[in-house]
């Protein structure tokens, strides 16, 4: 499986955007680049994902780099209810008779900061 | 999250016991999946099943088994076997393609 690679931590103010980098140089052509965030004891939310163009939703931005080597979360204003572990994840797509049933491999995430 | 249901949330298991954890969602979707997650670590895939009657082995099934008898219910059994089993363990599931997927809130389990 393609990885991926987080800064392990990353401070932010309230009310001020917030860039969360992700390498992925490995990815192959049909791997989707998803965005997950957690908070303790709680499961994973789904934040944003993308293949090749930028995206936008109601939660974030996800800007992708033109060779799809990188990608960026882009939390336009931060709030102190967007502290968690953010997870950048490489996702193949469930293939009919294939293997890889589009499983998520996590890593190690970035753990977000934000201070009032 | 609305649409998936996980219990218990807590669970205590003596040694030498067989527990059950339950997963039932009512969205329809065609996959399902366990998750592991220890202190500090991101998710670790134990099963998956794309439809019914059908799963597959993840990266740390030893010790755990499954079954997916109707679309709506993806149980994971955490047997003997397995040897270290505190863990928080996490249920999801996913339309097909590259779509995402969405979580329940997951059962935290101990041994006594």
């Known amino acids: 499986d393609a990885k991926t690679t987080q800064p392990n931590s990353m401070e932010s103010n309230e009310e001020e955007p917030v860039h969360l980098p992700c390498n992925h140089s490995?990815?192959?052509?049909?791997?989707?680049i998803h965005w997950y965030r957690q908070l303790p004891s709680q499961g994973p939310e789904y934040v944003i994902h993308?293949?090749?163009s930028n995206v936008n939703n109601r939660m974030a931005s996800l800007a992708i780099a033109e060779d799809r080597k990188s990608s960026t979360l882009i939390l336009h204003r931060a709030t102190l209810r967007d502290a968690a572990v953010y997870y950048c994840i490489l996702r193949p797509p469930i293939n009919a008779g294939g293997t890889s049933y589009g499983k998520l491999t996590f890593g190690q995430g970035t753990i977000l900061t934000v201070h009032p | 999250d609305g649409g998936i249901t996980q219990s218990p949330k807590y669970l205590f298991r003596k040694e030498g016991q067989n527990v059950t954890l339950s997963c039932e969602q009512n969205l329809n979707h065609d996959a399902m999946y366990w998750y592991r997650q220890d202190p500090g670590q991101g998710l670790r895939l134990i099963y998956y099943s794309q439809i019914v009657n059908d799963f597959q082995k993840g990266d740390i099934a030893e010790g755990y088994s499954v079954s997916r008898e109707k679309k709506e219910s993806f149980p994971l059994t955490v047997t003997s076997a397995q040897k270290n089993p505190t863990a928080f363990y996490l249920c999801?599931?996913?339309?097909?393609?590259?779509?995402?997927?969405?979580f329940g809130d997951g059962t935290r389990l101990s041994i006594l």
């Open positions: 999801a599931i996913s339309t097909g393609g590259g779509q995402p997927q969405h």
């Open positions: 993308g293949l090749t």
């Open positions: 490995t990815i192959s052509g049909t791997d989707y």
